[in-house]
Nanobody
Framework: QVQLVESGGGLVQPGGSLSLSCAASVRIFAIYDMGWYRQAPGKQRELVARITSTGRPNYADSVKGRFTVSRENAKNTVYLQMNSLKPEDTAVYYC?????????WGQGTQVTVSS
């Protein structure tokens, strides 16, 4: 049973920073592509950033230059560093693990950007 546990969400002022972590309970973490998605109230879930098993990142246009995705295979963990946060970044952030047709989700962590 794959489990993904996110942490690091919270309330931050506009312009501030937060770092999210997602720990995965899998045997060989390094073979999986990992992603961060978010869902704001009344909106569809959207991709924020992904990092492939080989460490190649890609980002949604809305977060390029502000967010950084990284992974630490030895700790079965993927990170999302979020800088210069904006109110429109407010959402529940979900971690995703994917391999072929298999896809797993964490429970989500709330990020609120507000003054």
């Amino acid at each position: 049973q794959v489990q993904l546990v996110e942490s690091g969400g919270g309330l931050v002022q506009p312009g501030g920073s937060l770092s999210l972590s997602c720990a995965a309970s899998v045997r060989i973490f390094a073979i999986y592509d990992m992603g961060w998605y978010r869902q704001a109230p009344g909106k569809q879930r959207e991709l924020v950033a992904r990092i492939t098993s080989t460490g190649r990142p890609n980002y949604a246009d809305s977060v390029k230059g502000r967010f950084t995705v990284s992974r630490e295979n030895a700790k079965n963990t993927v990170y999302l560093q979020m800088n210069s946060l904006k109110p429109e970044d407010t959402a529940v952030y979900y971690c995703n693990l994917a391999l072929g047709v298999s896809s797993y989700w964490g429970q989500g962590t709330q990020v609120t950007v507000s003054s």
